[in-house]
């Protein structure tokens, strides 16, 4: 179904988008995320008021049409979360129209998102963790073995996000102690590197068969960037060898960075920049896997009459 969306309204958002990742730096991702978030906002509007609209409009929207527009969405099977989300895509490109059109955007922007049970992170256990660290080095060609050891050792020794490891280019060489980041909207941060991570970088460069003078730093079998997928696919292997749960992905060794810092009594502002959170908010979420750990020790433990 072709979305019915006015030509005004259709130049506004591509104008946003570019916005978002000219001048704000988001991901392509995220860019293409919010994208299509909007577009299904554009198009309810289009359909539920049965006629076109200007500028204006997209501004000074009716609470009717946000409610109507939410329990459409939520009529069409979108989770809670889901619709968090897009709200928020929503509330973020009506905020700049608002700056550049004029107009009160308070109806969108004080919109409530549907309340969702936030899934907590799922950590590796230390032992597990460092276990991964040796079991995805399983290729029969030594120089992909080392690759992946060193990828998995960077996102657990320092914390990175997974695009963050695979976007380093060749000039990261040799691994400095602190290491600068640029994360989610560009925004830099330094990250101390241990001596384990700058060593298992530094064996795969030594055994890379392609020239790492320049160009991306992790390459795949045929030279190019290393894409996220393969480290999945390799991550996957080793946790079936291992008989760990699905959980543990790339992603989760991020997590365990986090929380085993936190164990070993890592304040939460130190650990909100080394993940590069905006808002504290996001790291107190690994307070919430503490506290859940320790309630579920305790009720094994706890002695019941």
């Not at 299509?36 to 509007?45: E, N």
């Not at 276990?131 to 050891?149: F, G, K, S, T």
């Not at 390459?219 to 079936?240: D, F, I, M, N």
């Amino acid at each position: 179904m072709s979305l019915a969306i006015p030509p005004a309204a259709r130049d506004a958002l591509e104008r946003w988008l570019s916005h978002l990742a000219s001048v704000q730096g988001r991901s392509p991702a995220t860019v293409t995320a919010y994208g299509a978030d909007v577009s299904r906002w554009l198009d309810f509007l289009a359909r539920h008021r049965g006629e076109g609209y200007g500028l204006a409009a997209l501004v000074q929207v009716a609470q009717t049409d946000i409610r109507s527009w939410m329990a459409a969405e939520r009529a069409a099977g979108l989770s809670s979360r889901s619709l968090a989300r897009r709200l928020t895509a929503v509330k973020t490109f009506t905020d700049w129209l608002a700056e550049r059109e004029g107009g009160d955007a308070t109806v969108v922007l004080s919109a409530r998102s549907p309340r969702y049970r936030r899934t907590l992170p799922r950590p590796l256990a230390e032992d597990a963790a460092r276990a991964m660290l040796n079991e995805v080095a399983y290729h029969p060609e030594e120089w992909i073995a080392a690759r992946d050891q060193a990828v998995v050792t960077l996102l657990y020794g320092c914390g990175l996000r997974i695009s963050e490891a695979l976007g380093l280019d060749a000039d990261a060489l040799p691994l400095p102690e602190v290491l600068r980041i640029r994360g989610k909207g560009g925004k830099e941060r330094l990250i101390p590197t241990l001596p384990i991570t700058r060593e298992a970088v530094a064996r795969y460069a030594r055994l890379c068969p392609w020239d790492l003078s320049e160009g991306p730093l992790f390459r795949g079998a045929k030279g190019g960037r290393l894409g996220s997928a393969q480290v999945a696919r390799t991550v996957a292997e080793a946790r079936r060898r291992l008989g760990l749960p699905a959980s543990a992905t790339p992603h989760a060794f991020r997590h365990s960075f986090a929380t085993h810092l936190l164990d070993k009594g890592g304040d939460l502002r130190t650990i909100q920049t080394l993940l590069g959170h905006a808002s504290l908010s996001s790291t107190q979420t690994y307070t919430s896997v503490d506290a859940a750990r320790l309630m579920d020790v305790y009720s094994r433990a706890h002695p019941r009459a």
